[in-house]
Nanobody
Framework: QVSLVESGGGSVQAGGSLRLSCAASGYTAYRINYMGWFRQAPGKEREGVAALRNDAFPNYAESVKGRFTASLEKEKNTLYLHMTSLKPEDTAMYYC?????????????????????WGQGTQVTVSS
């Protein structure tokens, strides 16, 4: 099975930047079809933030487009999320996700149903 471990979360002031990392293990590269980032704030539903398929063509939620950048470092089996111009509304628990199934599910990469593995999350807090 696949294990996903997020890191890089923390507290930052509005306008600041953070880089989240998601280290994947317990798999071979061809078994992971795509990966993505989600976030969930207290009292709100989990929402897709960014997704990356075939090492390229990232897809982003409108709320983070132009501010967040997803990238994949194949050699380290690590997915990153570079976050800039952070806003208080970006405060949430951020989760890494991956899909390893046989049936193709990709549509946007931003829906929870498109994934079957999840990390435990890393907290991001943005203060004003």
């Amino acid at each position: 099975q696949v294990s996903l471990v997020e890191s890089g979360g923390g507290s930052v002031q509005a306008g600041g930047s953070l880089r989240l990392s998601c280290a994947a293990s317990g798999y071979t590269a061809y078994r992971i079809n795509y990966m993505g980032w989600f976030r969930q704030a207290p009292g709100k539903e989990r929402e897709g933030v960014a997704a990356l398929r075939n090492d390229a063509f990232p897809n982003y939620a409108e709320s983070v487009k132009g501010r967040f950048t997803a990238s994949l470092e194949k050699e380290k089996n690590t997915l990153y999320l570079h976050m800039t111009s952070l806003k208080p509304e970006d405060t949430a628990m951020y989760y890494c996700a991956a899909y390893t199934g046989y049936l193709p599910r990709w549509r946007s990469g931003l829906a929870s149903s498109e994934y079957n593995y999840w990390g435990q999350g890393t907290q991001v807090t943005v203060s004003s």
